[in-house]
Structure formats: C-alpha cells, structure tokens
C-alpha cells in the first residue's frame, strides 16, 4: 500500500469513526460535548482562513456569529421565514459588516490591528445589549431572544433530539475544511500567506495584499455567520453576552494559535485539546471559578508558543509521517523479500 493510499485509508477511518459517533455514544451529555467540540472547530477553521493565512490577529469574530444568530431568529420569529434562509441571510450581512471592518482596519499593523476588531466587536455587542428595537426588528436588548420548540424536523433546523444537530455540524466542520483546502491550493492563499509574511515584497511582486485579506475577511465572516444560526436553533435561546462575547473572540483564537494557525488541521487539533478542558472546567468549577478555562488556555498558550510556536500540529504532523513513513517502509520491505524469494 502506498502512502497516498494510507493517507485516503486513514481519512476514511476518520470520517466513519466521526459519522458513526452517535450510534455508540448514547448520553446527551457527551454528545453535547462533541457537538461544541465540532462548532468550535468549525468556528476556528472560519477564522483561519483569515487569521491564519492572512497573517492578521482578529479578535472581534463573536460579532459575525451574533449576526448570524439574530438575523435567523428575528426572520424566523416575525418573518416565518426558514432558519436555513435567515442562515444564509445572516451570512450576507455578515460579509457586509466585515468588509466595513476591514477596509480600515486592514491597513493597521500588530497590536493596533487585533485592538481595533475587539471594539469593533464590543461595540456590536453593547448597541444590541442597549438597544431593544431597530426600527420593526425586535432584539429585546440583555433579555435577549426565546426560541419556541413549537415545530421540529429538517425544514424547521429543530430536532428532538441532539443527533441531527451533530451530523448537520459534522457536515459544515468537512465543509469548510475542504473550502480552507482548496484555497490554500490556490492562488489567493499564495497571496494571503505572501502578504502576510511579507506584505512589502507582496506589493513589490504585484499583490493587492488588502484586496487579498478583505476576500478571505468575506468568506471568514460569512461562514463563521453561518455557526451563528445553528448555534441559535440549537440552544433556542441567544442574548448578547453568549453569542457576542469578548470570551467567544478569544476562545476561537486560543485554539486556532495552539493548534496552528495558517495550518489545516490545526483549529481541529486545537479544538479536540481544549474544547473538553473548557467544557469540563465548566461543569465542575463554573460557579466557583467563571473564567477558569480562559486562564488554562493562556497557560497553555504560553508553553506552546514557548516550544512550539507553529503549534501542535507541527509535531503531531510530523509523527504522523513518521508513521506512514514506517508503515511504507514495511511494505517495501515484505515487497521485496517476496520478490527474492
């Protein structure tokens, strides 16, 4: 067997572990788990795309899943309209807002760069908090927003039960890995990574570094969006301080910078690591200590940006290939021991 063919055998060995999940794992709880592990993966993949490749350090993305989330469940609420088309409307106002937030942005460098999306993001969140209507659109401020379970089935985006919300995010996270794949194939991701390695020699080559950074901007805050319709039918209730949080902001940027970001398998290594430490901080020290996970996540930022800068994935990418390299190695092995024989 050949390595291509190992690396196809053990993505296929993935996808049916992952799919056939919830067959085997029948409490609630932990498929709860699974399904936030899988959204903050989605969530940090979305943001990879432009905090990754794009070599910026945006910290405001809770504002785009606060959008997606209120434009779905206000269509739904007082329009009857479907959740999946408030999902793909919340998604074109996201584009819209975050081509706002980037066209000035964007030509900030560091720290100003990552100041300036968090109170963009703040910002976003405190005019919903303190504002109950826009004009007919009704956001009922802090109070925020019920969702009535009066209709489930696929039409709907409600479910009885947590199965069909873990298989519709398991479908997203593959979707936009394959879309972070495909681009980071193409030629906008050569020119995300070259303007965002070295923005100067980009320009100098020919590069509209900006334009380059506001489409990949575009595609982040529209798909990050998305997450914030499904988180919204899957809660069935959304106020500010849980869809537009600064803790959400940083959370989806710890995991992508532990787990590697510019990478396409670090925001889902990353999540696999710290979605559970955050999930079980919770359940056993929320009251006690609201925040705990923050700190454990700085502490681990700390040590991986001390030993591994690139993130885990660099050593676990590299064992990997130790392992293939091992297990091709045998077959050539037994290969031509057979042909001497």
Not at 27 to 40: A, D, E, F, K, R
Request: with cysteine; proline share 5%.
């Amino acid at each position: 067997m050949t390595r291509h063919q190992l690396q196809i055998l053990s993505l296929v060995l993935v996808g049916v572990v992952s799919f056939g999940l919830p067959l085997v794992l029948r409490s609630p709880t932990y498929l709860h788990i699974l399904i936030l592990l899988y959204l903050y993966a989605y969530l940090t993949s979305s943001w990879n795309l432009v905090g990754g490749f794009a070599g910026v350090l945006p910290l405001g993305h809770a504002a785009f899943v606060g959008i997606g989330a209120y434009t779905s469940t206000i269509l739904s609420l007082q329009y009857g309209l479907s959740p999946w088309i408030g999902m793909i409307v919340g998604g074109i106002l996201a584009v819209l807002v975050g081509i706002l937030i980037g066209l000035p942005t964007f030509k900030m460098r560091g720290a100003y760069f990552a100041l300036a999306t968090i109170a963009f993001g703040e910002g976003i969140r405190v005019m919903v908090e303190n504002i109950d209507y826009i004009g007919p659109l009704k956001l009922n401020g802090p109070r925020g927003l019920e969702i009535p379970p009066l209709k489930t089935g696929l039409t709907h985006f409600m479910f009885a039960g947590k199965e069909p919300y873990y298989y519709i995010i398991l479908v997203m996270l593959i979707l936009v890995i394959t879309i972070t794949y495909l681009i980071s194939q193409s030629k906008l991701g050569y020119y995300l990574n070259a303007g965002g390695e070295e923005p100067e020699a980009a320009m100098a080559l020919g590069v509209n570094v900006v334009r380059c950074k506001l489409i990949a901007l575009a595609m982040s805050s529209f798909l990050t969006a998305l997450a914030g319709t499904f988180w919204a039918q899957f809660t069935l209730f959304i106020h500010p301080k849980s869809v537009i949080s600064l803790d959400m902001s940083f959370e989806i940027a710890f995991i992508a910078l532990i787990g590697g970001r510019g990478s396409i398998a670090g925001p889902v290594l990353g999540a696999l690591l710290l979605r559970p430490v955050s999930d079980f901080s919770r359940i056993y020290f929320g009251d006690k200590l609201p925040g705990l996970h923050l700190i454990i996540f700085g502490v681990v930022l700390i040590l991986v940006m001390l030993y591994q800068p690139r993130g885990l994935q660099e050593p676990l990418t590299r064992a990997y290939n130790r392992l293939l390299d091992r297990l091709t190695g045998a077959r050539a092995e037994q290969a031509l021991g057979r042909s001497r024989a």
